[in-house]
């Protein structure tokens, strides 16, 4: 038996964020970014003392939830984080037995095995404790078959157009200085990932910044987690400058999968989503990079699109701005050709056009 099958996982089943007003977020979200509001809990359903929306785009599921008062803990976890990710969810066959082997190897269980259970059967769930207050939660759906959870009233609202997210590619968290190794390790005990890729401050390192990043995966290959840390520079990196305006570690970034990249980012350009951009320069030596690819280059500059290429094959990537005010959490779109890396060869020039944000916001 290889370590990994001791917590089979099939897959993220869901993300769920804390935001300040999440009636507002679901109408970004669903404007913006294509998700339809597929369902809800609050005081319509019984629930009085938060409300949360629930956001599906291809396989994609977020949950937005907001307090309806000041005293509790998804309060208290928006005045200190801001808008961000409470929760990671990933599916399981068996909570019962993630949660016995998450406790045997030493996580905090922070709720136990639960089920829930409605006309359309059981939903069973266990939370562990994640990196600063981010959990991560056991959702077994074998025997449920509503729109979300038990408690939910199912949404008939049509939404705006998908924009063709498919799936969660990869969700990264920022951890502390000297943190990454603790928490690689902890994937590996807890829910037997093993590590795919190890990038160091050489690899990743301009005039002001560095990071380190270990990145890993669970038995499928389905759930990718790179972990980071800041290293030093000579001024303070981006991951300081989350770790600052967060206070503590938490989710950084979450990397949705598409098919077609140019459609995707087309669509979300017309609705005035702002990308990271890099400089024209990069599209410049582009092929002599990369070598040869589908897609139009003309197209990919125009778009902002980035292009990355390793021993498996090509990955095309872009960057949102933060999607709050505090310079903390933002989205990766990326359409995948062979490549199972994330875009190293463009950290630099992405730094680059981060250290510029962040001078923009005196972080620098
Ligand atoms: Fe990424």
């Known amino acids: ?10 897959g993220y089943d869901h993300v769920e964020f804390y935001v ?3 009636k507002q977020a679901a109408y970004f979200y669903d404007r913006v970014f294509g998700f339809k509001p597929v369902a809800k809990l609050g ?18 599921k977020f949950v937005l939830t907001n307090a309806l008062g000041p005293d509790s803990e998804i309060a208290r976890h928006c005045t200190l984080h801001g808008d961000g990710v409470k ?45 600063g207050d981010t959990v991560i939660k056991f959702v077994e759906r074998t025997n ?26 990869h969700i990264v968290t ?9 928490w690689a390790r902890w994937f590996e005990r807890v829910l037997g990932f093993a590590q795919l890729t190890h990038f160091t401050d050489e690899d990743i390192s301009t005039e002001y910044s560095a990071l380190m990043s270990k990145v890993m995966e669970n038995g499928t290959g389905k759930c990718k987690f790179p972990i980071n840390e800041p290293a030093e520079g000579k001024k303070k990196s981006q991951i300081a400058e989350y770790l600052d305006f967060y206070h503590g570690p938490g989710v950084q970034h979450i990397a949705m999968n598409t098919k077609d990249i140019c459609d995707t980012v087309r669509k979300l350009r017309a609705k005035n989503l702002d990308f990271l951009r890099v400089p024209d320069t990069y599209y410049e030596t582009l092929t002599d990079r990369v070598g040869e690819i589908d897609e139009d280059i003309n197209e990919l500059h ?8 390793d021993e498996d094959g090509y990955l095309l990537q872009i960057f949102t701005q933060p999607l709050q005010d505090r310079p903390t959490l933002f ?24 250290e510029r944000e962040q001078a923009k916001r005196g972080n620098l």
């Not at 920022?174 to 603790?182: A, K, S």
């Open 144 to 169: 449920y078959h509503g729109v979300f959870a038990p408690g939910y009233m199912p949404l008939d609202v049509e939404g705006a157009d998908s924009v063709g997210f498919a799936a969660i590619d």
């Open 1 to 10: 038996m290889t370590n990994q099958d001791f917590l089979p996982i099939r």
């Open 331 to 354: 989205f990766e779109v990326i359409e995948r050709h062979g490549s199972r890396g994330f875009g190293v060869g463009n950290f630099k020039a992405l730094f680059i056009s981060l």
């Open 302 to 309: 125009e778009l902002g699109i980035l292009v990355d290429r």
């Open 43 to 60: 005081l319509e359903t019984g629930i009085r003392d938060r409300a949360s929306y629930v956001m599906k785009q291809g396989n994609v």
């Open 174 to 182: 920022n951890v502390e200085l000297g943190q990454m190794d603790y």
């Open 20 to 22: 300040g007003n999440a």
């Open 87 to 131: 929760t990671v969810a990933l599916e399981v066959r068996d909570v019962e037995q993630a949660i016995r082997e998450a406790r045997a190897r030493e996580a905090t269980v922070v709720q136990p095995v639960e089920a829930q259970e409605d006309e359309n059967g059981v939903l069973k769930t266990g939370i562990i404790q994640y990196a």
